[in-house]
């Protein structure tokens, strides 16, 4: 560029500015949006009330979703994904009282375990909890069908002898052999006698106890080998676990204590219960 030339362009910026002209200004950058949280999805789904917005909520949040919680997540991380899980449920009550009908028609055909097994296997997620805007048709289904289950699993197991009589205070009197089997024994009787258990799901848990008591005899032999009782009792150790979450689910209090695995060649003992502070 030649001096001229520089000449002429200060000339016309002076000019412009004398005019009341300015400067051009530098492009303004918006700022990006801030990013969507796993309390803004529950805030969207719980605001749901259909599928098709539960569906618009899961295409809106992909991302989260898409960043599932690890195994260790904090408490209010858990919380919020399982409130996402409720207001979807709540959501989608139409489609999920279809699923219940077809549940109890599926069940109700089963003439043994294995039938029911299978069926209890394809809808799963019916046995994880239903919500509370569920009509009362649709929840006379899902007991319907627990009954025809728990039918289903008599029909293909005939009781032992004895088992017609057999109570879950009976339970807590069992002993096994192994100190673990005998402790799974009372928190499953406790369990059993949790009026807020359907009667259908007692039945059928209560057979497949004696059917457990049954292949259990062979425990009590001295002669059983040390690995035999050791895979026992990791067995009971977590069907006990199993069987407290359970409890603690439907809100049934019970007063047995799991047992603390123990070490080989330990017998095992039952976790101490926390004592009161002195203040």
Excluded: I
Excluded at 30 to 41: V, Y
Excluded at 43 to 70: L, N
Excluded at 215 to 231: H, I, M, Q, T, Y
Aim: aromatic fraction near 4%.
């Amino acid at each position: 560029m030649t001096t001229t030339t520089k000449l002429s362009t200060l000339l016309l910026l002076v000019s412009a500015f004398a005019c009341g002209g300015s400067p051009p200004q530098p492009a303004k950058v918006e700022a990006p949006p801030p990013a969507r949280t796993l309390a803004d999805e529950t805030d969207a789904m719980c605001a749901c009330k259909d599928p098709a917005c539960a569906d618009r909520v899961h295409r809106d949040f992909a991302d989260v979703d898409h960043a599932a919680a690890p195994k260790d997540a904090p408490p209010h991380v858990v919380a919020l994904q399982d409130e996402v899980a409720r207001c979807e449920q709540v959501a989608r009550v139409e489609e999920l009282e279809k699923q219940l009908f077809t549940l109890e028609s599926e069940m109700c055909a089963c003439k043994d375990a294995a039938c029911a097994d299978h069926v209890r296997h394809e809808h799963d997620a019916l046995f994880k909890g239903l919500p509370p805007n569920l009509s009362a048709v649709a929840t006379a289904a899902f007991h319907h069908a627990a009954e025809c289950m728990g039918d289903a699993a008599r029909a293909s197991s005939p009781a032992p002898d004895g088992s017609a009589t057999l109570t879950p205070a009976d339970l807590a009197k069992v002993e096994t052999g192994v100190p673990e089997c005998n402790a799974f024994m009372r928190t499953f009787g406790e369990y059993m006698a949790c009026d807020k258990l359907p009667q259908a799901a007692k039945d059928g848990s209560m057979q497949g106890a004696v059917q457990m008591l049954e292949g259990w005899k062979s425990l009590r032999d001295p002669n059983v080998p040390a690995e035999a009782r050791k895979a026992a009792a990791d067995a009971c150790h977590q069907a006990s676990d199993a069987v407290l979450q359970s409890a603690k689910a439907l809100g049934c209090a019970l007063a047995s204590q799991p047992m603390q695995q123990a070490e080989p060649g330990k017998p095992a003992t039952t976790k101490p219960k926390a004592k009161p502070r002195r203040h």
